[in-house]
């Protein structure tokens, strides 16, 4: 997979204040804010300010002060927002085959109700 950024979607739009959002956090490195369709009661999306396409171009190219800022902000919601003794689900998904809809790497974390299974059994 390629790792071009567009500078056009939606969450750099959002980084550079054209679009607004809803924060829920925001540090040197990352903002999280809000999901505009939320899939249950709690659905907050992470996302570096760096320009980043998928979890593996973030994981290979984001200095260790970016990927470690973005991890604790990351338990640091899913904590504040009471979604850790229950349970919840972390998801990113890259590139084609897994949906990936904005080409910026973000997560999505959700919780707040049971999730049911994430997929059906291989098979």
């Known amino acids: 997979m390629t790792h071009e950024y567009d500078d056009s979607n939606i969450f750099a739009r959002i980084l550079r204040g054209e679009i607004p959002n809803d924060t829920v956090a925001e540090t040197d490195h ?7 369709t939320p899939q249950a009661p709690v659905h907050v999306l992470v996302i570096p300010k760096g320009k980043y396409v998928t979890y593996d171009d973030f994981h290979a190219k984001a200095s260790d002060a970016e990927i470690v800022d973005f991890h604790r902000t990351c338990a640091r919601i ?3 927002r009471g979604i850790v003794a229950d349970g919840y689900r972390a998801i990113s998904n890259a590139g084609r085959n897994a949906v990936q809809e904005v080409p910026h790497f973000h997560q999505h974390l959700i919780g707040g109700r049971s999730l049911g299974r994430m997929l059906a ?3």
């Not at 990352?30 to 505009?36: P, Q, V, Y």
Request: hydrophobic share 45%.
């Open 121 to 123: 059994p291989a098979g």
């Open 78 to 80: 899913c904590a504040e």
């Open 30 to 36: 990352t903002l999280a804010f809000n999901d505009i």
